[in-house]
Nanobody, 122 residues
């Protein structure tokens, strides 16, 4: 069974940056695409970014392009989300996900982490 553990969330001022990490264990990391999603209070879960197994392809939600960068380190079984120029509306619980198909939709993912809270103050 795959386990995903996120870290790196916290409180940051608007305009600041955070680097979220996702530790993968339980199966072969390179068999999975990785994604980041977020959910704000009272809102539906929202796609943030995704990366293919070999980092050959990355995808971003339009509102995150140019501000967020997804990456992975297959040697360490880790995925990352560098979030910059943060805005108060970026406040949410950020979760990583692993899936054979990946992509921009949650249905492409088989395993989910518990999430890490990101709060951006104005």
């Amino acid at each position: 069974q795959v386990q995903l553990v996120e870290s790196g969330g916290g409180l940051v001022q608007a305009g600041g940056s955070l680097r979220l990490s996702c530790a993968f264990s339980g199966r072969t990391f390179t068999n999975y695409a990785m994604g980041w999603f977020r959910q704000a209070p009272g809102k539906e879960r929202e796609f943030v970014a995704a990366i293919s197994w070999n980092s050959g392809a990355t995808y971003y939600a339009d509102s995150m392009k140019g501000r967020f960068t997804i990456s992975r380190d297959n040697a360490k079984s880790m995925a990352y989300l560098q979030a910059s120029s943060l805005k108060p509306e970026d406040t949410a619980v950020y979760s990583c996900a692993a899936g054979v198909y990946g992509g921009m939709f949650s249905g492409g993912y088989d395993f989910w982490g518990q999430g890490t809270q990101v709060t951006v103050s104005s």
